[in-house]
């Protein structure tokens, strides 16, 4: 039984680091190509001053995406963050820095006597690539001023609410090349 054990938890292991390195591939490799190529094209001496200020800019701007990016994967991986306060915690954190450049309006509850259950790094991340999205929906679709955020643990069931003061949506037509609700 115990060398079952050990084998499933090795199994486990290699799918965790196999996920991680996809990530840091998806992340971190076309960013950083991104990079390597504004960096290029704003070393061209023939450029207008205009012309190099706009790769510059888009390289700042990518540097800070790949930052966050990387952020993101460490938090996902790293278990001192495996359990439900943390990751409100990360979640207020994450949304206050993307809707606040979005000029959106962030409220945030957290229950004040939320137990702070265990949560494996695996569903964390698929929680929170949940979260992103439906962030990056109503900065993108919403046209919100404001969003409430909560967070709520009822008997063993984590409840994480998104509400935004936007337009919404009518109905739920499938649109061709859309991968919507």
């Not at 998806?26 to 290029?40: A, H, K, N, R, Y």
């Not at 069931?157 to 949506?169: A, C, E, H, S, Y």
Request: hydrophobic letters at 40%.
């Amino acid at each position: 039984i115990e060398e079952r054990q050990h084998v499933e938890q090795r199994r486990l292991m290699e799918q965790e680091r196999t996920r991680v390195a996809k990530d840091l591939h998806d992340e971190l490799g076309v960013g950083l190509t991104q990079v390597g190529l504004l960096g290029s094209l704003a070393k061209n001496p023939a450029l207008s001053t205009e012309r190099k200020n706009l790769y510059l800019d888009q390289l700042s701007n990518s540097a800070r995406t790949l930052v966050a990016g990387l952020d993101e994967i460490v938090w996902a991986i790293n278990p001192k963050y495996d359990s439900v306060l943390s990751l409100a915690n990360y979640f207020a954190l994450f949304a206050q820095r993307l809707l606040n450049l979005a000029g959106i309006a962030c409220r945030f509850d957290v229950e004040e006597n939320t137990p702070d259950f265990p949560l494996d790094s695996r569903l964390r991340h698929g929680i929170f690539l949940a979260f992103k999205e439906a962030l990056n929906n109503i900065v993108r679709h919403s046209g919100a001023t404001e969003v409430r955020l909560s967070f709520t643990v009822d008997r063993d069931q984590l409840m994480i609410t998104v509400i935004d003061n936007g337009r919404g949506f009518a109905g739920c037509a499938s649109v061709p090349g859309s991968d919507g609700i």
